[in-house]
Every structure is written in C-alpha cells, then in structure tokens.
C-alpha cells in the first residue's frame, strides 16, 4: 500500500491497541492511554456509512486539531524555509497547511478496509516525548511497522510525527514543499499559492 493511503487513515490505525504500559514512567503510559482511547473515538466519528462528505471533513480537521501538534508540524514541514518567512507567510501558511492536510485525507477514510493492529512497545525520545511502536497488518499482505512521536504539552499529550516503515510524514511533507519553493524562485509566497490552488482543487473533487 502507498505511504499516502497509509497516512490517510493515520488516526484509525490507533483503533484497539492495548499498548504496554513502562512500569514507572508516566510518560509512556499517558502516551499509551492517549493513543488508545483516541483511537477509538476516531473509528466511531470517521468511519459511519450515512457521514456526508462535509461532516467528514469537520470530524476529521477536529479529531487532527485535538490529536496533532499542527502548528509544529506545519513548522517542521516548511523545515529550512520557515525562518525565510516574513511573519505574514508564516501566518497564512499555518491554516493553509491545515486545510490542505485535511482535505486530503479526509475522504481517504472511506477506504478504511478493518487492518489488524498490534502494539509492539514504548521508547523514550528526545524533548521528553514518547514513541509508540506499532505493526500493521494488511488483510492478505505484509505487516508494516509504525512509529507515532507523541509528546506532552502542559499535561496534554499530542502526536508530533509518524513514521511508516521509517518514513517520517514531516519528512514526506518538507521535501514535497521545498520543491515547491524551489520551483517559485526560492520564495515562500509560492508555496502558498500552490497549497491554495490544490486545497480548492481537492474541495472541489478535482484532486
């Protein structure tokens, strides 16, 4: 399966994990909890057959809203490029990303088709965050492994990165703008020019 489709149901994958909990570290075991009761909140809200394609698109942004450090990624999207930025930029860039991210993977949901999910383990990352380890298993495929960055933010734990077979989504998404960027002469405004363009391209079922 392409790394898009599996970011697409990227909240889903969560569903029914009973993560081991680190005896004596707080940290893995709030990051656990939270992965697993988020996930099951995410397959109820995302994944009824009667959902218009409008409500999936506002569960979806404020399940992502809730979960996702957003403006952290959207900043380490834009990696090299963000202190290029004037303070405008940076401020239409952030919702922008946001819109973009969400119409893109909004309808993706739709193709949830029941993978088996299996926790692996709990790690220690930097910034006293967490990474919890997770394989997927594809109905008649191959298992892929999985990474989700969780850090807590004033006792609030929130998904900074996931990682697919080692593949970073902020990875994916920085390579992705900075062509964009390159392609525009090196200029940020570029870049929000194209995540406009696409954004109104996907909202309009053109994507």
């Known amino acids: ?4 489709r599996l970011w697409a149901p990227v909240l889903l994958i969560l569903v029914g994990l009973a993560l081991p909990r680190a005896a004596g570290a707080d940290s893995a075991k709030d990051a656990s909890e939270f992965i697993n009761e988020f996930g099951h909140r995410a397959i109820t809200a995302l994944t009824g057959p009667d959902i218009s394609d409008e409500e999936l698109v ?14 952290y990624i959207a900043k380490s999207a834009l990696g090299r490029f963000w202190p290029r ?9 952030i919702p922008l990303f946001e819109d973009y991210v969400v119409e893109i993977y909004a309808s993706q949901f739709r193709q949830y ?22 394989d997927v298993t594809q109905p008649d495929g191959p298992t892929t492994k999985l990474e989700w960055v969780v850090t807590m933010q004033g006792g609030t734990p929130k998904i900074r990165d996931v990682k697919i077979e080692g593949v970073s989504m902020i990875t994916t998404y920085r390579d992705q703008f900075a062509n964009e960027i390159l392609q525009s002469n ?3 405004a570029g870049l929000l020019e194209a995540l406009r363009a696409k954004t109104a391209q996907l909202r309009s079922g053109d994507g």
């Not at 399966?1 to 898009?4: D, Q, V, Y």
């Not at 506002?58 to 403006?71: A, I, M, S, T, Y």
């Not at 930025?85 to 860039?93: M, N």
């Open 58 to 71: 506002k569960r979806f942004r404020e399940l992502f809203e809730e979960g996702f450090d957003v403006p």
């Open 186 to 188: 090196g200029k940020v």
């Open 113 to 134: 088709s029941g993978e088996n999910f299996q926790a692996t383990s709990t790690q220690p990352g930097p910034d006293n965050g967490v990474s919890v380890f997770s």
């Open 85 to 93: 930025a004037t303070d405008e930029e940076r401020a239409q860039y």
């Open 1 to 4: 399966m392409p790394l898009r």
